[in-house]
């Protein structure tokens, strides 16, 4: 693990930092951009005043906080794999270069000594679970790394109460960011209440302190709506779902490739609706985050 010296800085001052998944860059955004708004991200948690620290794995290696040649390869490199923790010891052993997904970033984190992380969307339960046992490796790594997760959500291309039913077994820990209400990644309101609210960043990390002294293992999830007059509009986001899943099904679509599939789904057939929807709630959950890492060195 090659810890950037800015970031090895800040930990060592006792300085808040923030964690970054990779995954967004190499398949959630369109390659011509993505490097673009990685970078964006970066600065919306420079601008709360914590240290960002994206994560990847390079030529083989797991790289915390990346320089912009790293950060342009994961952008643009055609063969970026898509890693979660079970793939990490082939991707690091054949010297392959991969994007962290929630799960492996959220653990490599830990291990770094990163108390925060933000992401867009949460992965949980895909809809006919019951049936393919589809369900996100993000949900059993939440409930055995202790960090705070600030997300918009559950990415609503999937089941969501099911995934609320999943976190509340693993009892992984969730508060509502200013709202009582779960948000739904391009919506603000899911449909779904969340169990506890907190009001500030500085609530946050008084909770996380609190787990701390309790020896709690599992995440803390902060689940942060996509701001005001950002979200997408309810009938387009019902009828590019109901669209989606009919191709999936028809292409025979399943695994890990289900949720970049949908997203790019979402992408082509709202215009850039979605894709400026997924801009504005990662960069809305960095700042949150970055404020997060800040109140809890206080």
């Known amino acids: ?14 300085r808040g930092v923030v964690a970054l998944e990779s995954t967004i860059i190499s398949h959630g955004l369109p390659t011509e951009s993505s490097a673009r708004i990685a970078r964006q ?13 994206t994560i990847a794995v390079l030529d083989g290696h797991v790289r915390v906080g990346l320089d912009d040649a790293g950060l342009d390869r994961i952008a643009t490199d055609p063969v970026v794999v898509k890693s979660s923790i079970r793939d990490l010891g082939n991707v690091c052993a054949a010297g392959l270069t991969g994007a ?19 992401t867009g969307g949460l992965g949980g339960v895909h809809r006919g679970a019951a049936q393919s046992f589809d369900e996100s490796a993000d949900l059993p790594a939440l409930a055995s790394v202790p960090i705070a997760l600030v997300c918009a959500g559950v990415k609503s291309i999937l089941d ?5 039913e ?19 990644f391009y919506i603000q309101d899911s449909g779904y209440a969340v169990p506890w609210v907190a009001r500030s960043a500085e609530e946050v990390a008084a909770v996380l302190r609190t787990r701390d ?3 709690l293992t599992q995440s803390l999830v902060v689940a942060n709506p996509i701001p005001d007059g950002k979200e997408m509009p309810r009938d387009l ?5 109901a669209s989606g899943l009919e191709a999936l099904a028809a292409q025979g679509v399943t695994g890990k490739d289900v949720t970049p599939f949908l997203l790019a789904w979402f992408h082509e057939h709202t215009h850039g609706v979605s894709l400026q929807a997924n801009i504005d709630l990662v960069l809305g959950n960095a700042r949150v985050a970055g404020e997060v890492a800040v109140a809890l060195t206080r």
């Open 1 to 14: 693990m090659i810890i950037a010296d800015e970031v090895r800085s800040a930990l060592e001052d006792g």
């Open 41 to 53: 991200i970066e600065d919306a948690v420079r601008e709360s005043g914590a240290v960002p620290a």
């Open 100 to 118: 962290t997904t929630v799960a492996s970033t959220a653990y490599l984190a830990h291990r770094a000594g990163i108390r925060v992380f933000a």
């Open 160 to 164: 969501v109460g099911a995934t609320l």
């Open 166 to 184: 999943r976190l509340e077994t693993l009892s992984v820990e969730l508060v509502g960011y200013r709202t009582s209400r779960f948000p739904g």
């Open 213 to 215: 002294g309790l020896g």
């Open 237 to 241: 986001h019902e009828a590019t779902l």
